[in-house]
């Protein structure tokens, strides 16, 4: 099909390990994948999604040695604990079946918890759904209690349709920061493309298109 890159996204950043012939370090300590190279019929697999999690972040924070919370434990949660223990950050992973939470922090040796309650939402720096909960048809839901929340918090959600989450929603009228999931997915996309091209992102017609696509 003369295809030189491709993307996958949920479910597929795991299930796709097998098909490929190389998997770079960085997609191999995440245990995921969503971008694929073709080079001359080899298929690497790469990870961008820690780049999209991490580059937006660290223009609001410091992340070294903050407490971030993060809300789930499939491929996207693995590629954004990835990027925080990098940074230093203290993570705490939770999710709805706690063994997914236990193995992955485990594996990226970071804390979990069952479950959360107030004081601990507002002991966190940060928090992140990396989960599907606020996508349709779940627009009206939350994935963690919110009371918690506080101002000066950041609150970042993976989700980008709707724009603006439930989570979100409640969490800036709460007084936390919000950052919303366009964000993510814009510089993942960034350095996919750069990945495919060999070339620098236009990052700011990029940021455009997915506004104008995305009707924001």
């Known amino acids: 099909m003369g295809i030189h890159g491709l993307t996958c996204t949920v479910p597929h950043k795991i299930a796709v390990i097998p098909f490929?012939?190389?998997?770079?370090?960085?997609a191999k300590k995440i245990g995921a994948v969503n971008s694929v190279v073709n080079a001359n019929g080899i298929l690497k697999g790469y990870n961008t999604d820690w780049i999209g999690a991490i580059c937006p972040l660290k223009k609001m924070i410091?992340?070294?040695?903050?407490?971030?919370l993060v809300i789930g434990a499939g491929g996207a949660a693995r590629a954004v604990v990835y990027g925080l223990m990098k940074e230093k950050a203290h993570?705490?992973?939770?999710n709805?079946?706690?063994?997914k939470a236990q193995q992955l922090a485990?594996?990226?040796g970071?804390?979990?918890?069952?479950?959360?309650?107030?004081?601990?939402?507002s002991s966190?720096?940060?928090?992140?759904?990396?989960t599907s909960v606020g996508m349709h048809p779940h627009i009206n839901e939350s994935p963690i209690p919110t009371e918690g929340i506080r101002n000066g918090q950041i609150i970042m959600d993976i989700v980008y349709a709707p724009y603006e989450t439930e989570f979100?929603?409640?969490?800036?009228?709460?007084?936390a920061t919000i950052l919303h999931g366009i964000e993510m997915l814009l510089f993942q996309g960034t350095a996919q493309f750069e990945l495919y091209t060999g070339i620098p992102a236009p990052i700011e017609v990029m940021r455009k298109t997915l506004k104008d696509a995305l009707h924001i």
């Open 20 to 26: 490929l012939d190389e998997i770079d370090s960085i």
């Open 62 to 68: 410091d992340l070294a040695h903050k407490k971030v």
């Open 91 to 94: 993570v705490t992973i939770i």
């Open 96 to 99: 709805r079946t706690k063994e």
């Open 106 to 108: 485990k594996e990226f």
């Open 110 to 121: 970071c804390n979990n918890r069952e479950r959360t309650d107030v004081q601990f939402v």
């Open 124 to 130: 966190q720096d940060v928090i992140i759904n990396t």
């Open 168 to 175: 979100l929603r409640q969490g800036k009228n709460r007084g």
